[in-house]
C-alpha cells in the first residue's frame, strides 16, 4: 500500500497517515447546526470530509465516520454568549420554547441537510449523532471534570479552567492572548478570558443534571459523541478553519483532561468559501445555497468539481462565472466517456500518476489534471472510460451515472433532431459553413448540443 502524507494541524506540518487499527480509520466530521437550511460554503467541509473518506476506501481501509447534528446548546459564535440558535430558530418561526420544538425544527433541516448531501454525491456516515440524544454522555463527562478540578460554577453556567491545562491552544498554535480579540468574549465572572462554558444553565428549559438544569454547551458535546462511538482516542477529526482556535481546542482541552489520553491524532481544516470576497454567513446575508444554485440550472456535481479543482486549504471566492466554467468542463468530460461503447480496461500508468496526487495531501486539482490529461490522451475510448471509472471511486462524479443517462438520451433523439443533424452535415460537406453554423444554433436553441468527431456527429442532449 502506497503511503499517504497529510496536513496534520495539530503539529502544523505533512505527516505520514498511519491508523491505530490497522486496516481501518476513525473519523468525526464537525456537522451541522440545524437551525437553519446550510449554505454552500458549510457544504465544503462535507464534500472535503468525503473526499478524506474516499481517498482511505481508494487504499481498501474500512471508514467508521461519525458526523455530529448539533440540535441543542450550540450560540451565535464559537463563544458562550448571546442568544443560543435553536432559540432564536423557535422565536423566528413562532414555535413554543419546549424542547419537542426544538426537535420538530432540528429534524426539519436535518432532512433538507441530507438532500444537499445527496445532491452533492456524498457518502452518508456510519453515524448521524443528535447532540440531544446524548445528555447522559455529556453529564458523565462534565463529572469527570468536575471530580478531576477542572471545572467551576459562576452565574450563568458551569465551566472549564484553561488554568489548569498547560497544553491549552495546541492546536493550531494561534489562541489569542488579549481578551479584546478573544472569540469566547468577556464575561467578567470567568477566572480567565479563554474559560469555556461545560454547561449553561436554565431552570425554565433544558436537561436535569447534579450540577444544575440547563443545556450542554456544544464543544462537550462533541467530545461525548466522539468518544461514544469511536472511542478515547481516534484517528482523525475534521472541521472549517474557523473551528480551529476555540471549538476544536475545547474539545482538545476537555478530553484529554478527562481521560488522561491523546484526543485525536490528525486534525485536518478545510477553508472557506468566501461570495464577494467575504465569508459566506447566514447573520449576514452572504451566502447561496445549494437549492437556489440547482433551480437555476447547474448541477450540484458541477460545484463538486469547482472545489476539487480548489486544494481543500486553499480559499475559494465562488462566482457563477466560476461554476458555469466547471459545468461545462463536467459536461465536457461526461460526452467525451460516452463515447466508449463500453468499459476497456484500466490503464496503470494514468492510475499511478492520479493516485500520487491524492496521496499528497489531497492534492485534488492535479488528480483532476490528470484526469482531463487522461482524456485528452491517445487511449482508446474504452480504456479512458475504465480509467475515468476508477478515478471517479474517488471524485464522485457520478460519470457512470451520467454516460448511461447520455447514451440513453440519444438512443432517444427526435427524428426532427436527427434531420437536421443529417442537414447540417450535408451542408458542412458542400462546405456551406454559414448553414452549418446556422443549423448548429438551432440545435442549441432545441436544447442539444453537436460535436464532431472522427466517426461522425455526436448530438447530446443539455
Known amino acids: 500500500m502506497a503511503d499517504i502524507f497529510l496536513f496534520n494541524t495539530l503539529t502544523k506540518k505533512k505527516e505520514k497517515f498511519s491508523p491505530i487499527k490497522e486496516g481501518s480509520v476513525s473519523m468525526y466530521n464537525c456537522g451541522p447546526t440545524v437551525y437553519d437550511y446550510v449554505h454552500i460554503g ?45 432559540t432564536k430558530a423557535l422565536k423566528r418561526e413562532g414555535k413554543p420554547m419546549t424542547l419537542d420544538s426544538m426537535r420538530e425544527i432540528a429534524n426539519f433541516y436535518f432532512e433538507k441537510y441530507k438532500e444537499d448531501l445527496k445532491y452533492l454525491n456524498i457518502k452518508t456516515p456510519e453515524e448521524f449523532p443528535f447532540a440531544s440524544d446524548h445528555i447522559k454522555e455529556d453529564i458523565e463527562l462534565i463529572e469527570t471534570l468536575i471530580k478531576k478540578g477542572f471545572t467551576y460554577k459562576i452565574s450563568d453556567g458551569l465551566y472549564f479552567d484553561t488554568s489548569k491545562d498547560s497544553h491549552y491552544g495546541k492546536l493550531g498554535g494561534i489562541v489569542e492572548k488579549d481578551e479584546t480579540q478573544s472569540r469566547i468574549g468577556v464575561n467578567n465572572e470567568k477566572k480567565n478570558f479563554k474559560d469555556f462554558a461545560l454547561w449553561k444553565f436554565n431552570p425554565d428549559l433544558g436537561y436535569d443534571a447534579s450540577f444544575g ?101 486553499t480559499t475559494l471566492n465562488f462566482s457563477l462565472e466560476a461554476l458555469s466554467g466547471a459545468q461545462e468542463a463536467l459536461y465536457g468530460i461526461y460526452r467525451t466517456l460516452s463515447l466508449a461503447e463500453k468499459e476497456g480496461k484500466v490503464n496503470s500508468e494514468f492510475i499511478i500518476k492520479f493516485e500520487s496526487n491524492i496521496n499528497d495531501d489531497l492534492n485534488t486539482p492535479k488528480a483532476i489534471a490528470v484526469l482531463f490529461e487522461l482524456l485528452k490522451s491517445d487511449l482508446n475510448a474504452e480504456d479512458k472510460l475504465a480509467t475515468a471509472l476508477k478515478f471517479d471511486k474517488f471524485l464522485g462524479l457520478e460519470i457512470k451515472e451520467a454516460v448511461a443517462l447520455i447514451k440513453k438520451e440519444n438512443s432517444e433523439i427526435p427524428e426532427n433532431i436527427k434531420n437536421l443533424v443529417s442537414e447540417r452535415e450535408e451542408a458542412r460537406k458542400n462546405k456551406d459553413f454559414t448553414k452549418a453554423d446556422t443549423l448548429r444554433k438551432e440545435l442549441d436553441n432545441l436544447d442539444y448540443l453537436i460535436e464532431d468527431s472522427e466517426t461522425g456527429p455526436k448530438i447530446y442532449k443539455k
Open 213 to 313: 438544569k440547563g443545556f450542554p454547551g456544544w464543544h462537550i458535546e462533541c467530545s461525548a459523541m466522539g468518544m461514544k462511538y469511536l472511542g478515547e482516542t481516534f484517528d482523525m477529526h475534521t472541521g472549517g478553519i474557523d473551528h480551529i482556535p476555540v471549538h476544536h481546542n475545547n474539545e482538545i482541552a476537555q478530553s484529554e483532561n478527562a481521560t488522561g489520553k491523546s484526543f485525536v491524532n490528525f486534525w485536518m481544516h478545510n477553508s472557506f468559501v468566501t461570495l464577494n470576497e467575504n465569508k459566506m454567513a447566514k447573520s449576514t446575508g452572504n451566502f447561496t445555497r445549494l437549492i437556489d444554485l440547482i433551480k437555476d440550472g447547474y448541477s450540484p456535481i458541477a460545484y463538486r468539481l469547482l472545489l476539487l479543482q480548489c486544494h481543500y486549504k
Open 42 to 86: 458549510n457544504l465544503r467541509s462535507y464534500i472535503f470530509a468525503d473526499t478524506l473518506r474516499r481517498l482511505f476506501e481508494w487504499h481498501n481501509y474500512k471508514v467508521h465516520q461519525v458526523i455530529n447534528v448539533t440540535d441543542i446548546g450550540h450560540l451565535v459564535g464559537d463563544g458562550d454568549d448571546g442568544d443560543d440558535k435553536m
